[in-house]
């Protein structure tokens, strides 16, 4: 299969990004010593980095695939907001359905390293769930993306910051029906059951199974299966799709599953692995591979991203090159 074909035949459709938008700052340097006032080490600064994370990572994924994400949400009228922005344009997306608001504050997530080892992560964020005002002009502002663009794919990408909502979840999938637009979840435990008649719901192992409130063993696909399968009739879902950490990743819809093992490679950081899961996957659906590539390659672009330290994103010509 020609997959750059397929890949350049999606190019520039634009996708609506939905969800919790954050700064991923980065603070680099060595460490030589402990510190003489607590047992803990004294970092040296070399030097510190802003990239964009959360639904924005999702969003910068989805470029460096070749579509045109517009990203749907609320950041703090704060400095971090400033830089998210910023970011947003040097990455070539659209800013314009970012709202500003006063009353919130923007999510940046500090990590402190020492060569390729974390030390330390410090998040500064606000999680109550906007007000329903907010919530009614995202609503609008998405109904106008949809008159006045051709949407190609909705994301949900829920950090349980406070941009999704139980009213929001209903009047986008609404419209996304009406529209016969595809609709992608990244979900998080607040809205977990809030999401029905969705295209694709890509949650990790833990996050499945508290969700349902079930246990199973992570590598008894079949138990696994019967436990999506009910989920999926339950919740009128296309088709499930469960990172599995160290053991890859399992994908079914309501008749099949199928189990992709993790690829051996050394793993250097597994921050922003599932925004390039769902990212990849939205890119493989909307080329129209069956549904086990669209477990493989997005397993293949886990891989590549746990490589690399801190959030990083891959590239389509990365890609291609592996599948």
Wanted: proline share 4%; glycine share 6%; net charge neutral.
């Amino acid at each position: 299969m020609n997959y750059k074909q397929q890949f350049v035949e999606i190019a520039s459709k634009p996708i609506l990004v939905i969800g919790d938008v954050m700064v991923d700052s980065y603070i680099w340097g060595s460490v030589e010593r402990i510190s003489p006032e607590a047992p803990v080490p004294v970092v040296s600064v070399t030097h510190t980095e802003h990239r964009l994370g959360g639904a924005a990572n999702v969003a910068k994924n989805l470029v460096a695939l070749g579509l045109q994400p517009i990203v749907c949400t609320v950041i703090g009228a704060d400095d971090a907001g400033n830089i998210l922005r910023n970011l947003l344009c040097e990455a070539g997306i659209s800013v314009e359905q970012c709202i500003v608001n006063n009353q919130r504050k923007t999510t940046v997530k500090t990590r402190i390293l020492s060569g390729n080892h974390q030390i330390l992560r410090v998040d500064n964020e606000q999680t109550n769930t906007i007000s329903p005002d907010i919530t009614d002009t995202l609503c609008k502002n998405i109904q106008k993306m949809f008159a006045s663009k051709s949407v190609a794919a909705i994301v949900f990408q829920d950090y349980d910051k406070g941009v999704i909502t139980k009213e929001l979840i209903q009047y986008v999938t609404k419209f996304a029906q009406k529209y016969s637009v595809p609709v992608f979840v990244d979900p998080k435990k607040r809205n977990f059951l809030d999401f029905k008649s969705v295209t694709l719901f890509k949650p990790n192992f833990k996050e499945f199974t508290e969700g349902i409130g079930r246990t199973c063993k992570k590598q008894d696909n079949e138990h696994l299966f019967i436990l999506a399968k009910e989920f999926m009739l339950k919740h009128d879902i296309t088709m499930v799709m469960i990172t599995l950490s160290e053991h890859g990743i399992f994908i079914a819809n309501q008749s099949e599953y199928i189990h992709i093992p993790s690829q051996v490679r050394h793993v250097a950081d597994v921050s922003g692995a599932g925004d390039t899961v769902i990212s990849t996957a939205v890119a493989c659906y909307l080329a129209q591979l069956p549904m086990s590539d669209i477990a493989r390659i997005s397993n293949i672009a886990a891989g590549l991203a746990c490589e690399q330290p801190g959030v990083v994103t891959i590239t389509l010509e990365q890609l291609i090159k592996q599948v």
